[in-house]
């Protein structure tokens, strides 16, 4: 389905994007809609940044300035409806999680000006990475998170969300022209992929994209099916159901004239922002502009009523009568997407119960493995342990094959062949220098790079057959 967006003439008031919808005293701007936990808690996280009228963020709001409305998508909003959680502008527990997903297709190593570079330090891709740089640089010593991945054909991850910048930076690297077979653009795939990589994250999380053109898809292009997808082409709600069921809001960075116009939809349609750029200077600390914008969010957590509707629009209003656009979000319950009210009323009726099996698992799991390095399974298939305790020695990794799930096990444990190890198993291990290395005898791939063994960081993502498994060191 494709979802309604207000009309926009979007580039020539990129400023009113960037602060609200209306030029008022103070103007508001909905950044951002977090459903995730609606089926255990029955609370939706807005995300809403209010401005002046000089654009500087307003900051010293109380709960009782807002006003929450919402319905089921396609019908007039509702009555106000009351807060349940409040936090100010600024106020964070936990530090925001970014993903810079840059362009790496064959057009990115043209000039600014779309011609062939004279040197590579001047292309397109060398202006995008060292964008990403700056923005590292101003992270500092903050509790935030970010992560690093690149695609082109196929979509690849140099660095999962972490707080290491020295490591970001190392792994950002020089970059080089792809082969014919990678310089394609498959740039609704990679969104996709990228809010797949960020569902284990917590807390308020953001991609920032950086392309120069537009979606050119490999099966579409070439007729032969794409090496990681099949004869799947993905469409631009592909990528937008899946930022809006993990609530994540995309910034996204257009550069040059050739602009896809559906990412502007996608952007804008999960609170984000769009950014025509055609130079160096107008992208120089744009970056960290939308970590400014994002530091002056206030988080307003409300209750919807049962309405039995997949999807529901909500709207923020300012007690001064500026109201946001309009968002929609995924509006299933606990047991599936209702289609009545009364399927509704239903499994909002269970959410204490779940509550409480969510709060005794959840001892359960802080008893076993706080502060201990450990793997989780990002994408199990079929049954199994979602989450394994790295113990000293050697921990086995089974790939599971034809949809059988992975098996993690230590070294004196049983593969799924009956034994210790193998060929195509991997072996994770604590070296005598205290770092996690994995290691294969057919080759491992971490962060979609592939190796015969390499060391291992907090965030790093290993590829066991049809799974992803992340590496959890316990100390972030």
Known sequence: MKRPLPFLSFIPVLCMLFTGVSLGADDIALSGVDSRLMAVTGTVNLYAVVTDSSGQPVRNLTAEDFMVRDAPMGEALGDPQPLVDFSVAGERRDGLVFMMLIDDSGSMYDGPDGRSSPSPDRTRAALARREARRFLDELGSSMDRAGLAVFGTRYRILAGPRTDRSTLIERLGVSSPPESEEAYTELYAAIVEAASSMSSQKGRRIVILFSDGENYPYTERTGRSHPDYGDRNHVPDDALTALQTEGITLYAVRF??????????????????????????????????????????????????????????????????????????????????????????????????????????????????INAPSLERLRPVGGGQLTVVLESGKTVISPGIAGEPTLISPEDGTTRDGKTGGSGTIVVEKGKDGRWRVSSDAGVVVNNRKSDATVIENGDVIRAGEELIVFDDGEN
């Open 256 to 369: 040059g004239s050739n602009r896809d116009d559906d990412l502007a939809r996608i952007a804008m349609s999960t609170g984000g922002v769009v950014f025509d750029v055609d130079g160096e200077e107008e992208l120089s600390g744009l970056y960290g502009s939308i970590r400014k914008r994002v530091l002056a969010e206030y988080r307003l957590g409300y209750r919807p009523g049962p309405t039995g509707a997949e999807e529901t629009s909500v709207m923020v209003e300012l007690q001064g009568g500026q109201s946001t656009v309009e968002l929609t979000y995924p509006s299933g319950f606990v047991f599936g997407s209702p289609s009545s009210r009364a399927q509704a009323l239903l499994s909002l009726l269970a959410i204490p119960f779940v509550l409480a099996l969510v709060f005794i698992l959840s001892r359960l799991r802080s008893a076993k493995i």
